[in-house]
């Protein structure tokens, strides 16, 4: 009976063994299985990213190689438009019906780096007859005179700029265009490759569309012409596949991308054709319309009061130097500022950058004195001036040095101040021309071959400048 049972289990045990045997098989087998689709299924993934890669370069070199065209040109446009700029302000500057502008903060800037006490009361001094020369010009301009002269100066700079609109292009692209391009896009997709996002610029969709399409298409099997040699074409090869196992797949990719960078040398080269005497600029430049606003803030013959004293000041300081020397010139608690430019055009700006400029240049030490205005500022430099130097017994020369440099603070603002120029719709025209010429000249290189745009610069560069 034992026996029996013992057989029994026995037999119900190696069936049970023997199942779960046949599971472990099969269940290997569904594991192999499924490990042989996930490694299919990356594989593929992987092909798929090798050909959307490729895709994403071809395109990035096309927004590359236009956008390159395209700052080549604004740049050359850029140096007309500067050097056209400049000499309008350079004229404004020297127009005797301008009112003169002096760089007291440069000046006091170089006052510090002199180390000889007679250069450097010769440089002050020069300093102070400029400002009695703009003081007196000031008192002699009407605003007539400054208006009128701001406008000519405006004028002249349209009729420097407006040969711009007198440029065409010239020509088709040349096949040593289109050579050039096949050459630098197969440099391009072998050296430089990596992945990259996908264009988005309005202006870049048509050639991006042209690519993706071409690229689609062949993989249906259209035949790509290559614009790279054959070993090229094999090391791209290398660069893009994913997978070993998978090359004849690869090569449908590797072809694709070669077909793609075929079509954007294609759509290229056919859209700098329909550019082909297209102007450089969309229209012509308009003329300004707008007001120039002028008046006086300071009474000229108030100003020349003041000066008067800060020149008795200035006799002061000079025997003070002399005496002392150099290392006691500048007031006694100097802060050195940066140099700031002193263009004229900054007169178009809020007088209220004048006063940030001189209390970052020229320190003022006497307490309170920083918000006088002309008639306290008078009052108290005459003050000063009452105080007799007592030459080399003198114990203390700051009170004598600071107030020479307070004077001469209040002369850079009420000099500089006196006249009053307000061109904000002057300055925005001057913005709105410039930005319309940069943004016309941006959107037409961008289309243009190397040749054409070559062609364009040779012309900016000789149009006649007297």
């Known amino acids: 009976m034992s026996n029996i049972k013992v057989s029994e289990m026995t037999q119900t045990e190696m069936a049970t063994m023997l199942a779960g045997a046949l599971d472990q098989v099969f269940g290997f087998e569904a594991q192999v299985e499924n490990e042989r689709k996930r490694a299919e299924i990356e594989e593929q993934k992987a092909l798929m990213e090798a050909r959307t890669e490729a895709v994403s370069l071809v395109s990035n070199w096309v927004q590359n190689i236009c956008s390159a065209r395209a700052s080549k040109l604004i740049v050359e446009v850029q140096q007309f438009y500067n050097e056209a700029s400049d000499k309008m302000w350079e ?20 006052f510090g780096t002199i180390g000889d006490r007679e250069k450097l009361l010769e440089r002050i001094d020069q300093t102070l007859n400029a400002a009695k020369d703009a003081i007196e010009r000031a008192e002699s301009l009407t605003q007539e005179q400054i208006q009128g002269a701001l406008l000519e100066g405006v004028s002249e700079f349209h009729k420097e700029i407006e040969p711009l609109t007198q440029i065409k292009v010239r020509g088709i692209p040349t096949e040593q265009d289109e050579q050039r391009m096949a050459q630098q896009l197969a440099s391009y997709l072998i050296k430089k490759f990596k992945k990259s996002h996908d264009a988005k610029e309005k202006r870049f969709a048509s050639i991006q569309n042209v690519i993706e399409s071409t690229f689609i298409s062949s993989l249906t099997g259209d035949e790509a012409k290559s614009p790279l040699r054959d070993s090229e074409v094999e090391d791209f090869k290398r660069s893009l596949h994913g997978a070993k196992d998978h090359e004849d797949q690869t090569d449908d990719y ?24 297209k102007p450089l600029i969309k229209s012509d430049l308009p003329d300004f319309q707008g007001e120039i606003s002028v008046s006086r803030e300071y009474d000229p013959k108030a100003v020349l009061a003041f000066y008067n004293e800060v020149r008795h000041s200035f006799e002061t300081y000079k025997k003070c130097i002399m005496d002392n020397g150099v290392f006691s010139a500048l007031p006694s608690t100097p802060r050195f500022g940066v140099t700031v430019s002193t263009h004229w055009f900054w007169r178009f700006e809020e007088m209220t950058n004048t006063q940030r400029k001189l209390d970052r240049i020229i320190p003022c030490t006497i307490e309170g004195a920083d918000k006088d205005d002309l008639v306290q500022a008078t009052e108290r430099l005459h003050k000063l001036n009452e105080k007799p130097y007592l030459g080399l017994l003198e114990s203390n020369i700051e009170p004598y040095v600071d107030a020479f440099w307070f004077g001469y603070k209040k002369l850079a603002e009420f000099t500089n101040g006196i006249i009053q120029i307000k061109a904000s719709q002057l300055d925005s025209y001057l913005m709105k021309l410039k930005n319309k010429i940069y943004t016309d000249v941006s959107d037409l290189g961008y289309f243009l071959s190397d040749s054409q745009v070559d062609n364009l610069c040779k012309q900016i560069k000789k149009i006649p400048t007297e």
Not at 91 to 110: D, K, Q, T, V, W
Not at 257 to 267: E, K
Request: hydrophobic share 45%; proline share 5%.
């Open 91 to 110: 004229s404004l500057e020297r127009s005797p019906s301008m009112p003169r502008m002096i760089n007291f903060e440069e000046r006091y800037a170089a």
């Open 254 to 277: 590797v072809s694709a991308a070669v077909s793609a960078a075929d079509a954007a040398c294609d759509a290229l080269f056919e859209q700098s054709k329909a550019y082909a005497g």
